[in-house]
């Protein structure tokens, strides 16, 4: 595979740019992105230069905006790079590059579409712990967004690696696997939804939260340097997203607290939700979930990892006009329809779906029963969600490319 041999190379010293991993774009907020790189040695007064289409494209580097990168060693020979572009204000296309003297990437570019057009979505989850599966999966999804071409953004919904604090984990379940694919995590941005396998819960210092820690609410690099953040303890990954003409509340199901049930209670009723054409929810774990390890699921108490989810938050959901909730954690499809809240303003339905099946081992044995499903399947694969003004078109394919379920809402 191409990042195989790009690891060698870098191992023995013979490309000299030294890039273990080529930079990873998340959405953080409306007009900011947050981006991750690494490098095999310690590369000094590393930058991130971005500029957009509004600003006039010029060999002159002051006319761009240079932000200096913080920088964290995880050991001799990985070294972490991060930064935040923005505010990007009003453009089509932001374009970014991080720098150094002795070490650069490729320009790269992120689309950013107006409200009404369309705007496409690939939606994965469960990747980890199955790299050769998820390659299958990723070589579904390249044929479906066709050569060259790439979703608008990835909305993740957790568990990319199996275990947060192996290094070769982030590497082969999820960075290589991407970076053999076409290398989408450069171009398309990436909301990131916290998996229970993705990240230390406990937040005490120098955990071994090394790549998927989001640090939603601090809108500058300079904020990277904040102490809370140096040593690990900074924790939000809760926070709002809007695609097109849709708005996404993403919740940390791992991790509830009061700020998090404030935060899901005022989104909910904020004029940006109730005004967008589609609402949508999405977090980790289902708040209905019929698959699992019978054994984990009543010896080991696994059952109640997400009654949290079902016996707080999805009251909220169907009173406050949630169309759609996305979910993973079990690993296979599933979606159905149910009539809101009669105390909802709407009166229409609202929509759940499991897509938990991107790699990771397949769940095959019933547990629960809760008579809410209309699809089930076993087996891996990936959704193509479209939002296109007026309209939400959800695709899920399996790794053959065929056509496993598909449903519109039309507004």
Known sequence: MLS?????????????????KLPMVFEHDQEHYYVVWETSFSVSEFSLEWWTDAIP???????????????????????????????????????????????????YTIPRRSETELTRILVISDNQNGP??????????????????????????????????????????LFSPLEDAGGYQHRSPIVWVP????????????????????????????GLDAPEV????????????SLGTARIIVLD????????SEFLERELQSEAFQSAKFRIVTMHIAPYIEFWDPYTWNEKGEKHWGEH????????FRRHNVDLVISGHQHNYQRGTVQRDPQSTDSGSITYTIVGGAGGGLDLVRVENWNMYNVTYLDHHFV??????RELRWTAKNRAGDIIDQFSIVR
């Open 57 to 107: 494209i010029s060999k002159q580097v002051g006319r761009h905006n240079i932000v200096k990168a913080q920088y964290k060693m995880i050991d001799e020979s990985h070294h972490r790079y991060s930064a935040i572009i923005g505010p990007v204000g009003h453009t089509t296309k932001v374009h970014y590059k991080c720098t150094s003297k002795s070490a650069w990437t490729n320009e």
């Open 309 to 316: 989810v079902r016996l707080e938050y999805d009251p909220l």
């Open 253 to 260: 199901a791992e991790c509830p607290s009061a700020e998090q």
């Open 230 to 241: 140096l040593n690990g303890t900074y924790h939000r990954f809760y926070h709002t997203a």
């Open 4 to 20: 195989t041999l790009f690891d060698w190379m870098n191992y023995w010293g013979i490309l000299s740019r030294g890039f273990q």
């Open 132 to 173: 050769t599966e998820f390659r299958q999966v990723l070589t579904g999804i390249q044929n479906h967004y066709g050569k060259g071409n790439a979703p608008d953004a990835i909305l993740h919904v957790g568990d990319s690696v199996q275990y947060a604090d192996r290094l070769e984990d982030w590497q082969n379940q």
């Open 384 to 389: 193509s969600l479209e939002v296109e003004n």
């Open 195 to 222: 998996g229970n396998h993705d990240h230390d819960k406990a937040r005490t210092p120098d955990n071994s939260n090394i790549y998927a820690d989001m640090y939603h609410g601090i809108l500058t690099t300079e």
